[in-house]
């Protein structure tokens, strides 16, 4: 077999007992559990922003970003669930180029997955501790997620792992809200099926165990554009398509229907100076539709302190090295007109 074994990876046990979640940290995690399943729910009238760096390489600038955030947050509390985007886990189309801190804690430097689980789980502690916010992540990797499951309150299942069996049995056992993204291809079924296996109870093998769970209510879809067979960018944020998806949701036989809708990627063909734009014609679209205003719970928004991107070895604090994010003073202003619209 072409397999050669680098090293043995520590087990999750270990690695949480290793660097464990302080508890009054456990205490803020639990109370923002609750609240972002209060707006999936529909429980809850405030509106859930998933914002941050593409991915995130750099643990003190996203802890500087994050914290930025965090006041943000206070302005807006009565308004806007801010989430922050840590993702610490980058798929790559052709398998080549930086796949994210938990490859490489250095980013630099050789992959060490050991080195970068503790990494990463250092970087989200130490976020949470600086911001009073957990926050959000990818799961690319299901077999990967007992390292991180005391940590987030948020998970989102990317286009090219959303149609995966393991990524949807792993998600019916989760007790935290996951977001389904269409595949790029755009088609809204398998996205819809995704959510359909996830919401239902399954028997089947994870983390060296046979287990039975129990399914996952928040599990919901997430709209991200998609490219079609020329290889066009096509958007699936306008409100007839919204308007569409929504109706194809409510027909299927689904708990907690929700709609969140990604503003950058496909549907903004890449340009991440869009966004604003973007987020503010979903708004619009919710505010003219009472039904959308109830299916649409929020946004994901890519944002960094700098905007644009830099080449790996730029040294550019607080700019992405993967696809370009809005900066930070842009999206301060965007954030506060999206409560605006919120009533």
């Not at 991180?148 to 990317?158: C, F, P, R």
Request: hydrophobic fraction near 35%; include cysteine; charged fraction near 25%.
């Amino acid at each position: 077999m072409a397999f050669h074994v680098i090293q043995d990876l520590p087990r999750p046990e270990e690695m949480l007992t290793e660097l464990p979640l302080p508890d009054e940290l456990k205490a803020v995690k639990k109370l923002r559990d609750m609240q972002v399943s209060d707006i999936i729910r529909g429980d809850s009238p405030a509106f859930l922003i998933i914002v941050g760096p593409c991915s995130a390489h750099d643990a003190d600038a996203v802890c500087e970003y994050v914290s930025r955030l965090a006041r943000v947050q206070e302005k807006v509390k009565d308004r806007l669930m801010l989430m922050p985007r840590i993702y610490t886990n980058k798929p790559r189309t052709l398998g080549t180029g930086y796949k994210g801190m938990l490859h490489q804690p250095d980013h630099m430097g050789k992959p060490n997955i050991v080195k970068g689980i503790q990494s990463l789980r250092q970087m989200h502690i130490r976020a949470m501790k600086e911001s009073g916010l957990s926050a959000a992540d990818e799961m690319l990797y299901p077999g990967n997620y007992p390292y991180v499951e005391d940590l987030l309150s948020y998970v989102a299942i990317g286009a090219r792992s959303v149609a995966n069996q393991q990524h949807r049995l792993t998600v019916s056992g989760l007790d935290i809200p996951v977001g389904m993204k269409n595949p790029t291809s755009g088609e809204v079924r398998v996205m819809l099926e995704s959510i359909y296996a996830a919401q239902h109870s399954h028997v089947f093998v994870y983390n060296n165990k046979e287990v039975h769970t129990d399914g996952n209510p928040l599990t919901h879809a997430v709209l991200r554009g998609a490219v079609d067979p020329s290889g066009i960018r096509v958007p699936n944020y306008h409100y007839e398509d919204l308007a569409r998806i929504s109706n194809l949701y409510l027909k299927q036989d689904l708990q907690n229907p929700a709609l969140i809708v990604d503003v950058n990627h496909d549907n903004s063909n890449k340009r991440y100076e869009e966004q604003p734009r973007i987020a503010l014609e979903v708004m619009k679209s919710r505010r003219i539709n009472p039904d959308l205003k109830k299916m649409i719970k929020g946004l994901m928004i890519e944002s960094y302190l700098v905007g644009g991107r830099q080449e790996m070895n730029g040294t550019t604090f607080g700019q992405s090295i993967t696809d370009p994010c809005l900066g930070w003073n842009d999206t301060e202003r965007l954030l506060l007109k999206i409560a605006d619209e919120v009533d």
